[in-house]
């Protein structure tokens, strides 16, 4: 592709990223969306590793076909929720990436809390993992701890069914099929009474329909940090696919101590008092406080 398509192509997928966000606002997405996927679709996606440098000047290095690749480079990944982090965390924080992939978090996270913070990220795709190893050497984060695992309620083994195209694979207690990797899991309050229980201040948490288990394996961690913050995506499919209900995830994040929800994607929108999860179906990032 010349530079001169890529440009026009950026310029259409910057649009389209703008039209998706607003229609998030304005509760638009299920009719948005599916649109917007297709067009996705016609552009596809690169056979070959891309990298970004990222505001805050590290470089992200990401894999063949990962489908927010551009998304990345044209700097508008995640953009709310970048501007939260920038909000946020400040040095000298321990912050907890459940869900890091490659590490895009991770890396700003690494940045914003400076040599005395601490930085733990969580992945169990080895392929994600290996390029988010990569990626913390390449950008010397001696600040962070990589764990090649996921996060659940107990240490176990299961399986991730692995997504082609991005970091939208999900854990599954089924056997294993032809999609999917045998991985380990393990709970972050069994993962840091082992490191002695270190203060956590904000956990990232990101796993395709997961957060119920691992919300249940941090009940030590809420407890030793009263104020804790959580920014967790709310995924109702996702939900739906690991059988989870919306009541069953507002239970445990109340029975956790947190008592304020407010949504990324609405510049920081107050949910109304007492209710810790949107009451529609789309995808959003909850920023949840005590």
């Known amino acids: 592709m010349n530079a001169l398509a890529d440009s026009l192509i950026n310029l259409a997928w910057r649009a389209g990223i703008r039209t998706y966000r607003l229609s998030r606002r304005a509760h638009l997405t299920n009719l948005v969306e599916p649109v917007l996927i297709r067009a996705a679709a016609l552009v596809g996606t690169n056979s070959n590793p891309e990298s970004a440098t990222l505001a805050n000047g590290m470089t992200l290095r990401m894999p063949p076909r990962y489908r927010d690749a551009r998304t990345v480079v044209t700097g508008l990944f995640q953009e709310d929720e970048t501007k939260l982090f920038k ?11 459940v869900g890091a992939y490659v590490g895009y978090f991770t890396l700003l996270a690494s940045s914003l809390i400076g040599p005395a913070g601490k930085v733990y990220a969580f992945e169990p795709d080895t392929d994600a993992f290996e390029f988010l190893r990569a990626n913390l050497q390449a950008n010397a984060c ?3 701890v990589a764990v090649n695992k996921g996060v659940w309620e107990t240490s176990a083994s299961a399986n991730l069914v692995r997504d082609p195209y991005g970091p939208e694979s999900f854990v599954s207690l089924d ?14 309050d069994s993962f840091f009474e082992s490191a002695g229980w270190p203060r956590v201040d904000l956990v990232k ?8 288990w691992a919300l249940r394996g941090m009940r030590s961690v809420c407890k030793r940090n009263p104020a804790i913050q959580l920014a967790m995506e709310f995924n109702p499919t996702a939900m739906i696919r690991s059988g989870v209900s919306r009541h069953d995830l507002a239970t445990i994040l109340a029975e956790l101590g947190f008592r304020r929800a407010r949504v990324v994607e609405r ?16 995808v959003y990032n909850i920023f949840l406080t005590k």
Do not use: H, K, Y
Not at 87 to 97: A, C, L
Not at 178 to 184: C, E, H, K, V
Not at 267 to 282: F, I, K, R, V, Y
């Open 205 to 212: 948490m990101n796993i395709e329909g997961s957060e119920l």
């Open 142 to 144: 001696t600040n962070v």
């Open 87 to 97: 909000r946020v965390v400040e040095p000298d924080m321990t912050f907890v990436d």
């Open 267 to 282: 510049n920081l929108t107050s949910l109304p008092s007492g209710e810790l999860l949107p009451a529609d179906s789309g």
């Open 175 to 188: 056997e294993a099929t032809g999609r999917s990797n045998p991985i380990g899991l393990i709970s972050l």
